[in-house]
């Protein structure tokens, strides 16, 4: 089992599990696996920790004998972006996302701006763990260089606007934008007005890692304080970000927050409209996107969570990969990007003359919910969830009509209903996520896989730290 690296890249608790000895040793490890020659760059988000570690990641790449590329400070999409458009050999983004802000994180990127694999990861973990540090380290004549790429940010911004911007758009489009304090502050609000999109409203738009304006993960709690504000502005849209931007969640004034479902099977239907091919999703992913790409004519197929990537490696020419929050449009490049997402987002909008709630009326809907009950370290969560996999799978595949284990367990029954019960890859929690046909059906589903992990960590004298909820019964939607 991986020692660092989880769902995505690395990320914890600063001074706990990610250090400054760390971002170090993973520059070192980076240079020692790619070879020690060519570039490597290295962004970072506002959290207040983030320089640091960053300067020390260039420190691991310098002193492994490859040239450090400094991008700064900027969204996660754009360093995965700047690694092929500078011809580097590989990227270190030091960003813990949505996590709070006492927390940092590492991800790294291969030569064409795609996350690293697991197997990629686990060369890495060896290297960090088992490397002989004076074989890693170049001799005095051969370390590298520190080299400034603040540019890759302008380049960014350049080659979105001119892929997605509308000539002559069908609708006066106007939208909110929070991002969270995060990376994307100067830098969605800009794209969209430069798109076509008639009026952009910014909420928490400045860089502040202490996130005060909201938690960084763009939940339906988090951002709902805002969509009153929104609604008064006579806005379409809410779109907010996370802290690196890599995420994008959707409120509608009228609507409320916007099932991430729908979000992706709308993203389907515009890709699937003009040619068939594969749609790319998460394991949590529900019956809406299914529903559309079979509609289609689109073939659907299932990655695990953080691992969309993956896929793309093992299935040529994928038209999108996405799981809930997160957007790969491998047309535009190999990486998570939750501005491309806003962007597209904007693009279809524009170009159909339909508002956002118009869009998504078009789409299917059937109850969903998605629980996060909290742990209060992940040494508990690695304790509690082998138990609750036995339990759940003792007593909730009993009628199943097909079980999935790619990650945690997904089971589907015949009624169209489904499960998935797993461990959190970033945070110390275990998430619950179900759907089903009716309302009645759903809310039994989750009350007793609830009761499944309260029984587990009761048996293990394990204390849960709370539980986060949200059901969409589409009450919203049926009223508007």
């Known amino acids: 089992m991986p020692r660092l690296f989880g769902t995505a890249g690395i990320r914890g608790r600063y001074l706990e599990k ?15 696996y790619v070879g020690h020659e060519g570039t490597a760059n290295v962004g970072y988000d506002i959290r207040t920790t983030s320089p640091l570690l960053a300067q020390l990641v260039a420190a691991g790449l310098m002193a492994g004998g490859l040239d450090a590329i400094d991008v700064g400070l900027v969204p996660t999409p754009v360093l995965a972006y700047s690694v092929p458009k500078m011809k580097s ?9 949505h996590n709070p802000p006492p927390d940092n994180g590492l991800k790294v990127f291969d030569s064409s701006g795609m996350e690293y694999t697991i197997s990629m990861e686990q060369d890495l973990e060896n290297l960090i763990f088992n490397g002989d540090l004076k074989k890693l380290h170049a001799p005095w004549d051969d370390v590298g260089r520190l080299v400034e790429g603040h540019e890759a940010l302008e380049d960014y911004i350049f080659d979105l606007i ?5 000539p002559h758009p069908r609708i006066d ?23 076509g999109v008639r009026q952009v409203v910014s909420f928490n738009c400045h860089h502040d890692g202490f996130f005060p304006g909201r938690h960084p993960e763009p939940r339906p709690d988090t951002i709902q304080p805002y969509l009153g504000a929104a609604a008064s502005l006579n806005v379409h849209g809410l779109l907010a970000h996370d802290g690196d931007a890599d995420r994008l969640a ?30 790319v999703v998460s394991v949590d992913v529900g019956i809406e996107v299914e529903e559309i790409v079979e509609k289609m004519g689109g073939r659907l197929v299932r990655s695990k969570l953080g691992k969309l990537h993956e896929k793309l490696k093992e299935i040529p020419g994928v038209l999108l ?39 998504i009326y078009r789409l299917p809907f059937y ?10 370290k992940d040494e508990e969560k690695l304790k509690l969830y082998p138990l609750l996999e036995e339990r759940v799978k003792a007593v909730l595949t009993k009628d199943a009509q097909d079980i999935l284990e790619i990650d945690g367990i997904r089971i589907s029954y015949k009624d169209s209903s489904w ?40 048996g293990l004298g394990i204390q849960l730290q709370g539980v986060e909820e949200h059901i969409d019964l589409g009450d919203s939607r049926r009223s508007s």
């Open 18 to 32: 990610v250090t400054p000895e760390l971002a170090y040793r993973l520059g070192l490890s980076v240079a020692a």
């Open 89 to 97: 050999r590989a990227g270190v983004m030091v960003t813990a996302s």
């Open 162 to 166: 001119e892929r997605m911007r509308v």
């Open 173 to 195: 489009l106007r939208l909110a934008v929070d991002c969270a304090n995060g990376t994307a502050s100067n830098v969605t609000p800009r794209v969209l007005r430069e798109i």
């Open 250 to 279: 959707i409120a509608v004034p009228g609507m409320g927050f916007v099932k991430q479902d729908l979000v992706i099977a709308l993203f389907a239907w515009w890709k699937l409209r003009d040619k068939r091919g594969t749609i």
């Open 321 to 359: 990969a996405a799981e809930p929050w997160k957007l790969i449009d491998p047309s535009w490049g190999p990486w998570v990007d939750g501005i491309y997402e806003a962007a597209l987002l904007a693009r279809i909008s524009l170009e159909e003359g339909e508002t956002l709630q118009g869009l």
């Open 367 to 376: 109850p969903s919910a998605r629980i996060n009950i909290k742990l209060s």
């Open 419 to 458: 499960i998935l019960v797993r461990a959190s890859g970033t945070e110390p929690k275990i998430r619950i996520y179900a759907q089903a046909l009716s309302k009645r059906r759903l809310l039994e589903l989750i009350s007793r896989a609830k009761q499944l992990v309260y029984e587990a960590a009761s």
